[in-house]
């Protein structure tokens, strides 16, 4: 059974109630904020300055057609320059989305909007390619080619799932954002918390317990940015295309359960630490369930790497890179992917 919630957190961000800072939590919860500041979600957007991806490839370049871009170092500013027969436009770039796991977009200002480029960087290729996004579509002018016109909206939610404090009374705020994901992105806003701690007020105001979240809460909770069950259900894409949406593909499978803790988000992962990448490491959040005595069944054919042949790792179209099926299941060789 599913229920599909709302939590707090999301209502109260895109509320606008006040911000503290990452920087504020700190100071007293040391601990996670030390282990979350390395995570790719803490470095989910930078200037565009500072991104190292820039820094370190000072001239990268793609052919388009008739068009041709260019991303040009000078200084601290990266350039982007795009050329057909006649004409040059050139803007420099803002905002770099995305730590560079798979990839890296840029986001710049032209006539007062904000544009989303059209050309990404991966780091499979070491090379540009088309923005995801932009693959179905032929520029129709030399704009086109730089970038995607961003509306306010699309504007908002792209800023919103990758920097905290920048979106107030559902509008952004480019001044106000603290690049990358931070602590109130997933626990809400926290200046009465912190206001309330430093009075020693401990039950004035409590921040709420995710640790008593139960899976479907979860999901819905890290589904704020990366999609929850229903969104990808309803206008989701089909095959493929969906293998990085995990609370969805996680519903999918037969292992989910709305109510048990052992198969949500964090059963897996430490959110507020990397991702871990020894397979093996798994296991035991499988043998939760899985294992001699549980009533549950138990594999045939292996006694390690559950995930390696279950959680099958697929490449994503236009990606570059690989994302791992949370659909648990047995896979069949030359099966379609199961939707
Ligand atoms: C002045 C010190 C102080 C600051 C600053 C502070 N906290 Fe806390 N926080 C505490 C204390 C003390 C507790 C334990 C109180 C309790 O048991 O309810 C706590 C508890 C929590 C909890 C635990 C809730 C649970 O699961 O029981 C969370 C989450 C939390 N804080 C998040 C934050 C965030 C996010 C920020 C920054 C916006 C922040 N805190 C800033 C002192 C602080
Ligand atoms: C405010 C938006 C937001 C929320 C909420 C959020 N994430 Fe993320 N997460 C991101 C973004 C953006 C990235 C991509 C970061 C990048 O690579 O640039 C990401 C990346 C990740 C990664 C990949 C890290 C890696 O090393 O490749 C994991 C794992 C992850 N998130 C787990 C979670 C879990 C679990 C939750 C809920 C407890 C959650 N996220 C909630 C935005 C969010
Ligand atoms: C609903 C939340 C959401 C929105 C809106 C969103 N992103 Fe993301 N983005 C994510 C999450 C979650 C990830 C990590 C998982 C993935 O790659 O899908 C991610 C990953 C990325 C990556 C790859 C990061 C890496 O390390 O490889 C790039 C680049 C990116 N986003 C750019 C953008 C840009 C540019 C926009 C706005 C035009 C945008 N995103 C809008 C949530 C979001
Ligand atoms: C990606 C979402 C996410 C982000 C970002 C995040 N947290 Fe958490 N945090 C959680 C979840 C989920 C839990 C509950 C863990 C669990 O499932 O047991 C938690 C638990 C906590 C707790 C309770 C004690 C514990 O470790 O379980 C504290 C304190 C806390 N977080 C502080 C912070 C601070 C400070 C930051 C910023 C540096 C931060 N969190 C960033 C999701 C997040
Ligand atoms: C039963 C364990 C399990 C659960 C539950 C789980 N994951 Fe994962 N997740 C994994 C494994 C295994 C990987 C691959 C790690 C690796 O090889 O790098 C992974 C990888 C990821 C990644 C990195 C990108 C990718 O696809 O490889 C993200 C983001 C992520 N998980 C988010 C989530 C979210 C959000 C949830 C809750 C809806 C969730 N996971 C629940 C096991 C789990
Ligand atoms: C919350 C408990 C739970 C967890 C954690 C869990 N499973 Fe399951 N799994 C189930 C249930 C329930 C079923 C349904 C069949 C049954 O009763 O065993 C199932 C079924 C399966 C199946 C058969 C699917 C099919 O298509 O017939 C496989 C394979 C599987 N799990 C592997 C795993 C692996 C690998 C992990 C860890 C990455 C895992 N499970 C984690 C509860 C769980
Ligand atoms: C080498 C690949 C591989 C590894 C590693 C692996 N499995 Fe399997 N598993 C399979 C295959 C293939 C099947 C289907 C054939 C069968 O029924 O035995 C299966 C079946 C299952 C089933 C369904 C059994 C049934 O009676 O229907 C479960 C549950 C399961 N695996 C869990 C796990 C867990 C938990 C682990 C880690 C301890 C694991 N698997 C490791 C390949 C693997």
Partial sequence: MRIVRTIAALTLQLAGLAWAGDSVCATCHRQQAQHFAATPMALALSTATESDILRQHPDLSFQEGAYRSRIVRSGEV?????TDAGETLTVPLLWAFGRGQAGQT???????????SRISFYNALGALDLT??????????????????MDSVGARDCFGCHSTGGVSQGRLHVEGVSPGV???????????????MK?????????PRLSALGAEEMSEMCGQCHRTWSQIASTGPRGVNNVRFQPYRLANSKCYDAADRRIRCTAC?????????????YDAKCAACHAAGTGRKICRTAKANCAGCHMP??????????????QIRIVK?????PN
Avoid: W
């Fill in 78 to 82: 990266s350039v982007l320059t795009v």
């Fill in 313 to 326: 790792k697929l490449e994503l179209p236009g990606a570059h890179a690989q994302f791992t099926d949370h």
């Fill in 106 to 116: 840029y986001v710049f200002e032209h006539n007062g909007n904000l544009y989303e």
């Fill in 269 to 281: 992962h430490d959110p507020h630490g990397s991702l871990e990448t020894s397979l093996v490491k």
């Fill in 182 to 196: 931070g602590c109130e992105s997933c626990h809400g806003p926290g200046e009465k918390h912190v206001a309330a």
């Fill in 199 to 207: 009075t020693g007020d401990l039950a004035a105001a409590k921040m």
């Fill in 132 to 149: 995801m996004g932009a693959m179905g579509s032929r520029p129709q002018s030399i704009e086109q080619a730089a970038g995607r016109k």
């Fill in 333 to 337: 060789a030359g099966e379609a992917y």
